[in-house]
RNA sequence: GGCCUCGUAGUUCAAUGGAUAGAACGGCCCUCUCCUAAAGGGCAAAUACAGGUUCGAUUCCUGUCGGGGCUACCA
C-alpha cells in the first residue's frame, strides 16, 4: 500500500466515525500530494469541500477531523488556511516504507486489480514511403503506454496498423514497371520508392494519360491481377525491413502488423450489415451512418454547410462508386480486436486532427450495441518556428531516420569530449542511449495534448530537463557501487535507514511515490507524468550526491545513504524502462 | 459560418478546483586537493482580455481577441 493509500484509509475512517450518517454516501476522498513542502507531504480539503453540505464551519470540522484521527503513528497533522488538513510524514515512517520497498521488485507498484486485454494502435506509417518526423508522437507515446500498461499487469497488444492499400498503388505499381533501378531497390528499398512515387506523382501532373494509367493499374491490383499482387507484397516485404530497421533502433516492437488490405474482405459483408441493421443509409450514392450524436448528449451533431444548409456530417464507409474508406476499414478492425483478440480496451494513438473520425467509428459501434474502453489517445501537432505545421525549407517533412542519426551524432561528439578514455565501442553505446533517449524523453515530457515547435536543439539537447540528465544521475550511482564491489539489485540491510540530512529526506520523499505514479498514469494516459516524476528523482538525487558524502561516510549513515542510492537506482531504472530508455552505466 | 483545441517568464514547456504558479534554455553571480562538473547552490523574470460560478479559478462556464485543426465520398 502507498502512503498515499494509508493516509486517505485513515481519513476515510476518521470520516466515518465522526459523521455516521451526516456523511454523503456518495462521498470519498484522497489525501493529496500537498504541492508545497512548507505544507507537509500530503494535505486534504475534506473539510472545506463538506462543510456546506453539511452545513458547518470548514475550519472546526477541520478541527473535528483532525480530533477523529487521533495520533497516527504514520504523520502529523495540522489545520492551515480556511480548513486545509495537513499531513506531514514522520521520517521514520518513510524509513520503513523504504525498508519495505527494498525487498519488493515491483518498488511499490501494485498491479491492477482489474487486468484487461488492451489493444494499442499506434505508429502506423505507409507502405513505399520513409518515417518522418510526424510519426515521432505516436510511436513513442504508444511504445510508452504499452510498456506501462503491461508492467501494471495487463494484457497488451501492440498492432501496427500500416497504410499498406492507399491509392498511391497506382503511381507505385506504374513508376515500377517503368522508372525503377533495382539496384537501387537494394541498397535503400524506401527511399528508392518514395522516389518513384514522387517521379511518377510530378509526371502525372504534366501528362493527363499518365495519371489513367496509374488509375488502371490500382483498378487492376484491386481486382486481383497477379502480376500487380506480386509487386505490392514485395512493395510490403521491402518497406517492412526498412521499418523493422528504425524501430529496432528505437528499440520498438510490435505483436502485429495488420495493415489496411489485412481487412479487404470483411469491408463489403461489413457495409451490407450496417445497411441490414438499418444504422446506414444511402446518401447522394454514397453509403452513410448518421451519428445518433451519443458522444454530444447536447445533440450539436457534427454539421457541414452544403447547398446553403446545414446538414450533419456522416461516417461515409462506402463511396458512390462503390469504393470503401478509412472509416470503413477502422470499423472492421475495431471489430476483429474485439472478436479475435477479445480486446476489453482499444486505444488508439493518433493525432488531434482526428477527433472527429474517432468519435464517429466510436459512436457506429455504440449503435450497433457494441461497447468498450475505446479511446482516441489524441496528440498535438508539430509546428515549425512559424507556428505553422512543421516543414523545412524546400517543403519536405523531416526524415525519421535523419533525426535518430543526428541526434546520435551530437550525442558521439560529447562523449568523445567528456569521456576520451573509453573504449570506442562504448563511446559508441553510449552515443546511442544518449542520442535516442534524448529524443524519446523531449517528446514524453510534454503534455500530449499541446502543440509544440520543432526544434532539433531541444529535442536533442543534452542539458537541462533531458535524459541525459537522468542517465547521469544513474551513472554517477553506479560509479558508487563499483567501488564498493556491491551491487544495487542485491544489496540488503536488517533494519530501516536512517533519515537526517535533508536532502536524504526528500530524496526518501520521492522514492516512495513511484508507486503512487505509475498506476496514475493511464487513467489519462499521460506518460509525461511519469517523465515528470523521474526528473524530479533525478534533481532531488544530484542534490543528495552534493550534499551527503557515501562512500565517506562510516557506520548506520553509510549503509542508510547506500539504501537511498540503491532504490534510487531501482526506480530510475524501471522507470527509464517504462519509457523506453536505456540507461548506461558510465558516460 | 459551425465544431474541436490551444493562449503561462525573453524562449521552449509543466501544474488531479487549493495556500507564495513549477522547470529548462538564455542572462547575472558563486562551487571541482572531495563517490563522474553531462553536476550543485543563488538572483531577475509569466497565467491574452472581460465577466461569472466557488470559501478558493491557470484549471469550470460565458463572451472578446489571437494561433492551430476538422468541416461527406484521401488516410
Known amino acids: 500500500m502507498t502512503i498515499q493509500e494509508t493516509l486517505s484509509r485513515h481519513l476515510q475512517i476518521a470520516l466515518k466515525n465522526l459523521l455516521g450518517d451526516e456523511l454523503p454516501a456518495s462521498y470519498r476522498t484522497n489525501v493529496e500530494v500537498a504541492q508545497d513542502l512548507r505544507y507537509g507531504d500530503y494535505q486534504s480539503n475534506a473539510a472545506m469541500a463538506l462543510a456546506r453540505q453539511i452545513k458547518k464551519n470548514p475550519r472546526s470540522l477541520a478541527e473535528d477531523i483532525v480530533r477523529s484521527l487521533g495520533e497516527l503513528p504514520e504523520a502529523e497533522t495540522e489545520i492551515a488556511g480556511p480548513g486545509f488538513i495537513n499531513f506531514r510524514v514522520r521520517p521514520s515512517f518513510f524509513a520503513q516504507t523504504l525498508f519495505s520497498m527494498l525487498r519488493d521488485p515491483r518498488l511499490g507498484v501494485a498491479v491492477t486489480e482489474h487486468p484487461k486485454t488492451i489493444?494499442?494502435?499506434?505508429?502506423?506509417?505507409?507502405?513505399?514511403?520513409?518515417?518522418?518526423?510526424?510519426?515521432?508522437?505516436?510511436?513513442?507515446?504508444?511504445?510508452?503506454?504499452?510498456?506501462?500498461?503491461?508492467?501494471?499487469?495487463?494484457?497488451?497488444?501492440?498492432?501496427?496498423?500500416?497504410?499498406?492499400?492507399?491509392?498511391?498503388?497506382?503511381?507505385?505499381?506504374?513508376?515500377?514497371?517503368?522508372?525503377?533501378?533495382?539496384?537501387?531497390?537494394?541498397?535503400?528499398?524506401?527511399?528508392?520508392?518514395?522516389?518513384?512515387?514522387?517521379?511518377?506523382?510530378?509526371?502525372?501532373?504534366?501528362?493527363?494519360?499518365?495519371?489513367?494509367?496509374?488509375?488502371?493499374?490500382?483498378?487492376?491490383?484491386?481486382?486481383?491481377?497477379?502480376?500487380?499482387?506480386?509487386?505490392?507484397?514485395?512493395?510490403?516485404?521491402?518497406?517492412?525491413?526498412?521499418?523493422?530497421?528504425?524501430?529496432?533502433?528505437?528499440?520498438?516492437?510490435?505483436?502485429?502488423?495488420?495493415?489496411?488490405?489485412?481487412?479487404?474482405?470483411?469491408?463489403?459483408?461489413?457495409?451490407?450489415?450496417?445497411?441490414?441493421?438499418?444504422?446506414?443509409?444511402?446518401?447522394?450514392?454514397?453509403?452513410?451512418?448518421?451519428?445518433?450524436?451519443?458522444?454530444?448528449?447536447?445533440?450539436d451533431p457534427f454539421l457541414v454547410s452544403k447547398d446553403g444548409q446545414w446538414l450533419p456530417?456522416?461516417?461515409?464507409?462506402?463511396?458512390?462508386?462503390?469504393?470503401?474508406?478509412?472509416?470503413?476499414?477502422?470499423?472492421?478492425?475495431?471489430?476483429?480486436?474485439?472478436?479475435?483478440?477479445?480486446?476489453?480496451?482499444?486505444?488508439?494513438?493518433?493525432?488531434?486532427?482526428?477527433?472527429?473520425?474517432?468519435?464517429?467509428?466510436?459512436?457506429?459501434?455504440?449503435?450497433?450495441?457494441?461497447?468498450?474502453?475505446?479511446?482516441?489517445?489524441?496528440?498535438?501537432?508539430?509546428?515549425?518556428?512559424?507556428?505553422?505545421?512543421?516543414?523545412?525549407?524546400d517543403g519536405e517533412t523531416v526524415n525519421l531516420q535523419d533525426v535518430i542519426d543526428e541526434a546520435i551524432e551530437r550525442a558521439g561528439r560529447v562523449v568523445r569530449e567528456k569521456n576520451p578514455t573509453l573504449p570506442q565501442e562504448e563511446q559508441k553505446s553510449i552515443a546511442q542511449a544518449v542520442g535516442i533517449g534524448a529524443i524519446k524523453f523531449a517528446e514524453l515530457s510534454q503534455n500530449r495534448l499541446s502543440d509544440y515547435i520543432f526544434d532539433w536543439d531541444k529535442m536533442l539537447a543534452l542539458t537541462g530537463d533531458t535524459a541525459p540528465y537522468l542517465q547521469n544521475s544513474f551513472v554517477r550511482v553506479c560509479s558508487i557501487f563499483r567501488k564498493t564491489n556491491t551491487n544495487f539489485e542485491s544489496i540488503s540491510t536488517d533494519a530501516p535507514p536512517v533519515l537526517h540530512h535533508e536532502a536524504e529526506l526528500q530524496l526518501a520523499r520521492l522514492l516512495v511515490r513511484f508507486g503512487e505514479v505509475v498506476p496514475a498514469i493511464l487513467d489519462d494516459c499521460r506518460p509525461n507524468l511519469l517523465a515528470s516524476y523521474l526528473y524530479d528523482l533525478a534533481r532531488s538525487f544530484h542534490s543528495f550526491y552534493e550534499a551527503c558524502p557515501v562512500l565517506r561516510s562510516e557506520g548506520s549513515e553509510r549503509e542508510s545513504r547506500l539504501v537511498l542510492c540503491a532504490l534510487t537506482a531501482r526506480v530510475l531504472k524501471q522507470g527509464m524502462s517504462l519509457l523506453g530508455i536505456t540507461l548506461p552505466e558510465r558516460m
Open 119 to 299: 489493444v494499442i494502435d499506434f505508429s502506423a506509417p505507409n507502405v513505399a514511403k520513409p518515417m518522418h518526423i510526424g510519426h515521432i508522437r505516436s510511436t513513442i507515446i504508444g511504445d510508452t503506454l504499452a510498456r506501462i500498461a503491461r508492467f501494471m499487469g495487463n494484457n497488451v497488444i501492440t498492432d501496427n496498423h500500416i497504410g499498406d492499400w492507399g491509392t498511391q498503388f497506382g503511381m507505385i505499381l506504374w513508376g515500377w514497371k517503368h522508372k525503377l533501378q533495382p539496384d537501387l531497390l537494394e541498397k535503400d528499398p524506401i527511399a528508392t520508392l518514395l522516389q518513384v512515387y514522387k517521379d511518377v506523382n510530378a509526371l502525372c501532373k504534366e501528362q493527363p494519360d499518365v495519371l489513367e494509367e496509374c488509375k488502371a493499374e490500382l483498378v487492376k491490383l484491386q481486382s486481383g491481377d497477379d502480376e500487380n499482387l506480386e509487386i505490392w507484397k514485395r512493395c510490403i516485404r521491402l518497406t517492412k525491413i526498412g521499418l523493422e530497421k528504425i524501430y529496432s533502433r528505437l528499440d520498438i516492437h510490435f505483436d502485429y502488423w495488420l495493415g489496411e488490405s489485412f481487412y479487404n474482405d470483411a469491408l463489403a459483408p461489413l457495409v451490407q450489415n450496417l445497411i441490414d441493421t438499418g444504422i446506414a443509409r444511402e446518401s447522394d450514392g454514397a453509403i452513410c451512418v448518421f451519428s445518433d450524436g451519443f458522444h454530444r448528449p447536447q445533440q
Open 313 to 393: 456530417v456522416p461516417a461515409i464507409i462506402r463511396k458512390a462508386d462503390g469504393g470503401f474508406l478509412y472509416a470503413t476499414t477502422d470499423l472492421a478492425t475495431l471489430d476483429y480486436r474485439i472478436n479475435h483478440f477479445h480486446a476489453d480496451s482499444i486505444w488508439y494513438v493518433v493525432g488531434a486532427a482526428q477527433d472527429k473520425h474517432f468519435k464517429q467509428i466510436f459512436d457506429v459501434q455504440r449503435m450497433r450495441g457494441i461497447n468498450g474502453d475505446f479511446r482516441h489517445v489524441a496528440f498535438g501537432s508539430i509546428l515549425g518556428k512559424d507556428r505553422r505545421p512543421f516543414k523545412t525549407r
